[in-house]
């Protein structure tokens, strides 16, 4: 399994039940892969931020406009390609 497939599965088991095949796959995955470990504790962060905060937060926070400027866009998609002709 490869770290896509790996956060691919991270981020499906959020909602829905994996099969026995995918679970053994990617635990087995994350237990060598330091980035897709990090990535699942990241999940793991988010989600019990998103659970343990308040209505009138979450209500700011997708009402919020922010944005990226150009730049830093164009500076996260540059990382992006790099990172993903590493792998």
Do not use: W
């Not at 981020?11 to 053994?24: D, H, I």
């Not at 998103?50 to 937060?57: E, V």
């Not at 009402?63 to 996260?76: E, F, G, M, T, Y």
């Amino acid at each position: 399994m490869n770290c896509k497939h790996a956060t691919k599965l991270l981020s499906e088991a959020q909602e829905r039940q994996l099969s026995k095949s995918e679970t053994f796959g990617l635990r087995f995955h994350v237990l060598i892969c330091t980035a897709c470990r990090r990535f699942n504790k990241q999940l793991q962060f988010l989600r019990t931020l998103l659970t343990q905060s308040s209505p009138k937060i979450l209500a700011a926070v997708y009402a919020s406009d922010a944005s990226l400027s150009p730049v830093r866009r164009q500076k996260i998609k540059t990382l992006l390609i790099q990172a993903a002709k590493e792998n």
